[in-house]
Structure formats: structure tokens, C-alpha cells
């Protein structure tokens, strides 16, 4: 099945977020996609934008870069030592250069010795010769085949995977076939579900001789960034584990899935709590890539060992459906009115299974249901009506089973560690991280996860470059923390990944805090995410000065709901640059709004314009601008410092009536006022959306002023009719400031007279 993205299915809106969201340089494509642990090996990255390199960010300790060369705008090369220990695995890596960072992109270091792809070797006759267990780094190009040929032995095990769009490059549907010495097919692969549109197959060799494995995109697409990382040979190679996890830095037995002959390997757990890929290895050789797990404090049960008594929450139970129809039961301990969380993770695990949990009680009646509580796994919140034990069933939304439907049955939730992640509005998740230029400041914005505001704690940032210092902030409800870091004008231009920690009262350390940054490796299928992972550090670099630095007048004044302000920015140009600056709000509370200012050539100051709607979150919050201009095809961007906006509710109140009158004619239109608190200062009102041909006229507005009789008239071509949602306008002007806002709304009516009697009657001639 093809996921191609075509830039021509995107809408234009998105097109245009692309363009607005692009990062500082671009980083296309590298290649090799991977290497072998123990071997120094060069990489070639390709993009745009990237003379000014500096060095390799990894977000993965374990490789060592010995040489950066070959800097050009569309490539640079490096050469990395990988050690014989390095972990197995993907490691993240973005480049620094003098103006930012780029995206980040993966390499994957594998155990098996790799192999360059070679030239012509597009049919079956020109096959190109690999041994067993090797991996071959290659490319497909548009209605390319690649063709390798391998030696096996009668009745040996041969496995075979391709790694595409895994790989985070391009969006390959990669399909295999193997052909015998007969030249007979035998086995065709496309999907699988542990390499999702990766293949991923398994045969035993029947006659000794070669065999041929021919490889294409499956619709015969292609490009220059179509890399791939085909692995061939005697590895083991399962699709999932049981059990699914377990403790950290728990030794657990596993029994490995999906593979032609089921093995137990003993495999160490990760130390830290979360998803992980793990690597088993049996008979000393180690799968080609990973299978993933659970680590979590649970307690963990596998089917057919359970334990006679149930156990409460929090737990795990771990099982296969092998058979069609199958559904797995577990029993649990619940209490009455506390609320159960149960999740059934499967394809979070890459397991074909796609799960549907239902609760009964003791008598076996159905309580509640679900199947796609997370994406295809199922969650259920389930709150016992009483004290006893309850039961919980696992099947397969279509009654299928296997080998390796594979699920973890979760049983209460774990609190987790308080997290950070950046949440700066309106860009993608894969543009993180931040670029501070020497001698200048720079923002970004921080969601704080799991932290109680009422704990009055501040957030701080370890581990910045060289000359970087960041100012602690307080961390308030909802967790939005903008973090702005200022360079000296010296600071070497150095790259680190920051860490966050959380200080209490007179800066002491407070509670352990993460970091924890979701972004999409590959965007497929209008731009939606193929594959996640995560940053846990923050990645920060020091980078070449920006001629101007940027600074706002910060209100003395509240922003009201319903009201409007005009916020006073200033750019400070070095003398010889005249280029175009585009001044932002970094982030805003909910409810409030904010226009762009364009400076252009010649202008150094200007207006920002926030607006508050009737529902805007009241308090005070921390904001930021943002500052940008284009560096050639790179835009840069310095911030203001942080101030304080204040959000509250309107000082005064207007409660608008309705009235009526004819053309020609005038009324009175009573407004009721009503302050909310005292203060000092000139209030006037002005109406809104009055009619064409209506006048009126306010009185002055005193300090008791509770009705205010505003006086309309009518011109006698006035527009008729019932003109709906009148507003009033109020501006109050104190010596701090002024504060606008709208209230109300009113109705003014206007008839057109009654048109004379016929008869020439008055009405007191009536009778």
C-alpha cells in the first residue's frame, strides 16, 4: 500500500505552515542510513543551507565524531568511531551550524557487518553477491530493482528484513521476494507487523544453492532519499516478546514470537520506566532490529501463571491469542468508587492483535466494553460498584489469532515523573530545539507535565553551552513556562542538551523532573506522523550574533475580556542592517489573541494588538516575543525579555436595553453601568453597530454613575428595522495606562411612521 506525499495533495494552508515552520537549515537525507558497532564509519549528509556546519548534536550518547569535512550548501560528511560496546539501537543526531539547528534524523548501528549496495545489479543475472548475516546499505530509485544473491544449505533457516521507512527518509513501501536455485519464487513479502510497510519474512531453504532476493518499491516509486537497510541471514527473528516487559533492570526469561522456531532468551531490563526496543540475542547472535517492551514498578503475571488470589491494581498480565476465537480472561481485585484504569497494549508493541477489553463482575455479567480507547489498543476507566473480584477479557477485534498476537493487559495506572516538552504554538514537533545568538537572548516555550502549580516551584535549566545562562521561572497552573536563555557576547559557538530541574523555596533542588519532546521521524499521507520519538534533553546551541535585538513596553494596565490593548515594540538595528523584522507573540494565554508586526526598512517601531474574547483564562501569564528575519534562506530570530500580561475581568460593566423610535424621531437609551471594583480614572462609551442615520449623544460618566441615558435620534432616511447586537464600547484612562474593552447587547428599532389617515381625520375627530 503506497503512502506517498505528494506536495500537490496538500491543502494550501498546510503548504503554508511548511514554509512558516521550516527550520534554520535544511536536513534532507544521509547516508549510509546505519553502520556496524566496532567500525569507524563516514556519513554524507545532504540538504541545503549547510557551508556554515559546525558540529553533530547526538541526542544519544555513544558515538564519537573524529571528522567533520566536505562543507557545502547542499552537503557535509563526518566520520564517527563506534565503539564495540555501543548500544544497539537508533541514535538521533541534528547539525549545528552558525545561524541554528537542523531537524534531526536517524542513524541505526546494528551488529551485523554492513555492505556497501553496488552498481548494476538491477536483474536476477546480475544479482549481487552477499553472505549470510550481513546487512546491505542501499537506495531505490524510481522503477528500480535491487538483486542480491546468497548461498544457503538444505533445510537451513533464513531470514530476511528490510528497514525503509522506518528509516525516517523517504516514504518507501518496500516488497521482497525470494526466488530458489530454480528460479521458482519462493516467498513474496510486503507489510509485516513489527516493520509496519517494512517486509519482513522467514523461509527454510529446501536444496542447497543460490538463492536470489529481488527488492522494489511496490508500486515501482523511488527517489534519491528512498534508503534502505536490507539484513539477510540466520538471526533470530521474532515480532514480539512474552512477557512484554517488566521491572526495571529486571532479568526477566522471555519466550521470542513470531519467529519459525520460538526461543527463551534472558534479557536485563532498561532502568528507566517507559516504552523501549530492546535487542534480544540468542545462540549469540542478536536480532537486527529491535522488539519493543514495557518497563513500569507493576507487578507482572503471564497466562498460565497467575496468581489464585487476584490481584489489585496496580498489575500486568501478559498472553498470546494463538487460536481463532480465542479471548484470554484475567481476574482483578477492585474496591468500590475507586476508578480503574485497564489498557491493553498490543500495536503500541507492534502486534497484529488489535484489542477489545471487557469488564464482567463475579457473576459474569458484561459491565463495560472497548476497542479503540488508545489509536487500535483498548483502554477502559472503570469504577467498581462494589468490593469483590472482576474480571477482564482480551480477544481480537475480528476473532483472529497467531503465533505472535502478542497483547500486555495493564491493570491501574502508574503516576509517571513530571516531564517538559516544548509547546510553542503554531510550529511542528520535529522543529525543536533553541538557537541562541551570541550577545543576544532567545526563547522558547516550555509545557511543564505532572508539576502542582500550589507548590510554588521554580523551573530551571543544567547542562547549557559555555557563556548560556537561563533564568529560573515559576511554574504556574497549567505548566506553561516560557524559557528564555541569553549568550555572552563571547560565548563559543558549542552545542549541549540541556536538562530540566525544578527548584523549591530559596532555590533548593525540588522534585526530579524529565525531559520528554514527542516528534515524528517521517511525515506520510498528508503530513501525518509515520513514526514518533522522543528528545530528552533539550538541545541548545550558541550561534553567530543577529544585527538587532527587540524589546516591548510591557503593560501597566490589565488586558479585560472582551478588551483590546496596543503593546509598544522596539527593534534596535545594528547600523548596516536594513532588512525586514517580524515581531510575534511567542505564546498567549487561552482566549487571547494577538496581531504580527511587519518592520520593514526604515521602521523601528510599532504596535502589537491583543485582544481578549469574553472567555479568556483570568490571570496573570508570561509572555515573550518573538523577533525573525531572513538570513538568506534561513530565518533567525531573537526575544524580548519575558513580561507580565494581565488578564482580568472588565473593571465595569454595561448591560445595553433595547428602544425603539421612528424616522425623524429620537428616544433614550438606557445603559445600565455597574463597576466591579474602584478606581481612579476618565471612563467614556461609545456605541458600536449603531444603524446608518442614528446619532447619539453620551453624557459624562462619574464615579456613581448607574444608568446612563444616551440620547439617539433618528434622521428621518434613518435604515429601518430591528438592528440587533448594539455594543458599547468603554475606554478607561488611568495614569497607568488605558484599558478598552466591549460590553452589552442591544437592540435599537427604528419604524418608518405611519403613514396619514385617508380621510384627513384626526384622531380626536374620531368618535
Not at 94 to 108: D, E, F, P, Q, Y
Not at 627 to 646: Q, T
Request: hydrophobic fraction near 40%.
Amino acid at each position: 500500500m503506497s503512502r506517498a506525499l505528494s506536495r500537490a495533495s496538500l491543502p494550501l494552508a498546510a503548504l503554508c505552515l511548511l514554509a512558516a515552520a521550516a527550520p534554520a537549515q535544511t536536513l534532507r537525507l544521509v547516508l549510509p542510513a546505519g553502520a556496524t558497532r566496532g567500525t569507524t564509519a563516514t556519513f554524507r549528509c545532504y540538504g541545503a543551507d549547510l557551508e556554515d556546519t559546525l558540529s553533530v548534536i547526538w541526542l544519544r550518547e555513544g558515538l564519537e565524531v573524529v571528522e567533520l569535512s566536505g562543507q557545502k550548501s547542499d552537503r557535509v560528511t563526518f566520520q564517527v568511531r563506534i565503539p564495540e560496546d555501543a548500544a544497539l539501537g537508533v541514535y538521533p543526531f541534528a547539525l549545528h551550524t552558525k545561524r541554528g539547528i537542523s531537524r534531526v534524523k536517524l542513524l541505526r548501528i546494528g551488529a551485523l557487518p554492513s555492505v556497501a549496495e553496488a552498481k548494476d545489479h538491477g536483474t536476477a543475472d546480475t544479482a549481487q553477491p552477499i553472505e549470510l548475516n550481513s546487512t546491505v546499505d542501499g537506495r531505490i530509485l524510481t522503477e528500480d530493482v535491487d538483486w542480491y544473491a546468497f548461498e544457503a544449505e538444505a533445510g537451513q533457516a533464513v531470514r530476511l528484513e528490510a528497514e525503509g521507512v522506518r528509516l525516517g527518509l523517504y516514504d518507501l513501501d518496500l516488497q521482497l521476494e525470494v526466488f530458489g536455485p530454480d528460479g521458482e519464487m519462493v516467498l513474496r513479502a510486503d507489510e509485516s507487523s513489527i516493520g509496519r510497510a517494512d517486509p519482513v519474512a522467514a523461509f527454510r531453504a529446501a536444496v542447497s544453492g543460490t538463492y536470489r532476493v529481488a527488492l522494489r518499491d511496490v508500486a515501482y516509486r523511488g527517489s534519491s532519499a528512498g534508503a534502505y537497510r536490507l539484513h539477510v541471514g540466520t538471526f533470530p527473528r521474532p515480532t514480539g516478546l512474552l512477557p512484554a516487559g517488566g521491572k526495571p533492570g529486571e532479568t526477566v526469561r522471555a519466550t521470542m514470537l513470531g519467529d519459525l522456531s520460538p526461543q527463551e532468551v534472558e534479557l536485563t531490563l532498561p532502568t528507566r520506566p517507559g516504552v523501549h526496543e530492546v535487542f534480544p540475542c540468542a545462540d549469540g547472535v542478536t536480532v537486527p532490529t529491535p522488539v519493543r517492551v514495557v518497563v513500569d514498578a507493576r507487578d507482572n503475571f503471564v497466562e498460565g501463571a497467575t496468581p489464585k488470589a487476584p490481584p489489585g491494581a496496580p498489575c500486568a498480565f501478559h498472553g498470546v491469542l494463538e487460536e481463532r476465537g480465542e479471548a484470554d480472561r484475567f481476574a482483578f481485585a477492585g474496591k468500590k468508587g475507586r476508578r480503574v484504569e485497564l489498557r491493553a497494549l498490543a500495536r503500541a508493541l507492534l502486534s497484529p492483535l488489535d484489542p477489545v477489553l471487557t469488564v464482567r463482575d463475579a457473576n459474569g455479567k458484561a459491565l463495560t466494553s472497548n476497542d479503540d480507547g488508545i489509536g487500535l489498543d483498548g483502554r477502559i476507566r472503570f469504577t467498581p460498584p462494589a468490593d469483590g473480584n472482576y474480571f477482564v477479557s482480551v480477544r481480537d477485534h475480528l476473532g483472529r489469532g497467531g503465533a505472535d498476537f502478542f497483547y500486555r493487559l495493564e491493570v491501574g495506572a502508574i503516576e509517571g515523573a513530571p516531564t517538559t516538552r516544548e509547546a510553542v504554538p503554531g510550529r511542528r514537533e520535529e522543529d525543536f530545539g533553541l538557537s541562541v545568538p551570541r550577545g543576544g537572548r532567545n526563547a522558547t516555550i516550555v509545557q511543564a507535565a505532572g508539576v502542582d502549580a500550589r507548590a510554588g516551584l521554580q523551573l530551571d535549566w543544567s547542562a547549557l553551552p559555555p557563556g548560556v545562562v537561563a533564568r529560573p521561572a515559576a511554574v504556574p497552573a497549567g505548566g506553561v513556562v516560557p524559557l528564555l536563555l541569553t549568550a555572552d557576547a563571547d560565548a563559543p559557538l558549542g552545542a549541549s542538551l540541556a536538562t530540566p530541574a525544578l527548584l523549591a523555596a530559596e532555590s533548593k533542588p525540588g522534585p526530579a523532573i524529565g525531559h520528554e519532546h514527542p516528534y515524528p521521524t517521517l511525515r506520510v499521507r498528508n503530513n501525518v506522523s509515520y513514526d514518533t520519538r522522543a528528545s530528552r534533553a533539550l538541545p541548545v546551541a550558541v550561534t553567530e550574533p543577529v544585527p538587532f535585538t527587540v524589546e516591548a513596553t510591557a503593560p501597566q494596565v490589565p488586558l479585560v475580556r472582551s478588551g483590546t490593548m496596543k503593546l509598544p515594540v522596539r527593534i534596535h538595528r545594528a547600523e548596516s542592517f536594513t532588512g525586514t523584522v517580524t515581531v510575534r507573540a511567542l505564546w498567549l494565554p487561552a482566549g487571547v489573541s494577538a496581531t504580527t508586526l511587519t518592520l520593514p526598512k526604515g521602521k523601528s517601531e510599532g504596535e502589537l494588538t491583543l485582544n481578549a474574547n469574553s472567555r479568556a483564562t483570568v490571570a496573570p501569564a508570561a509572555v515573550v516575543l518573538s523577533a525573525s528575519y531572513a538570513s538568506g534562506r534561513v530565518r533567525r530570530a531573537v526575544s524580548s525579555e519575558v513580561f507580565e500580561l494581565d488578564v482580568q475581568q472588565p473593571w465595569i460593566t454595561a448591560k445595553l436595553p433595547r428602544a425603539k423610535m421612528e424616522q425623524g424621531q429620537g428616544t433614550t437609551f438606557a445603559v445600565e453601568l455597574e463597576r466591579s471594583r474602584a478606581f481612579e480614572g476618565e471612563v467614556t462609551l461609545e456605541l458600536g453597530r449603531v444603524p446608518k442615520g442614528v446619532t447619539y449623544e453620551v453624557p459624562a460618566i462619574t464615579a456613581e454613575t448607574a444608568e446612563l441615558p444616551v440620547a439617539l435620534r433618528a434622521a428621518v432616511d434613518a435604515r429601518p428595522g430591528r438592528h440587533r447586537s448594539i455594543y458599547a464600547r468603554l475606554v478607561i484612562t488611568t495614569q497607568q495606562g488605558v484599558i478598552v474593552h466591549s460590553a452589552g447587547s442591544g437592540e435599537i428599532r427604528v419604524d418608518r411612521p405611519l403613514p396619514p389617515d385617508p380621510g384627513g381625520a384626526t384622531d380626536k375627530e374620531q368618535p
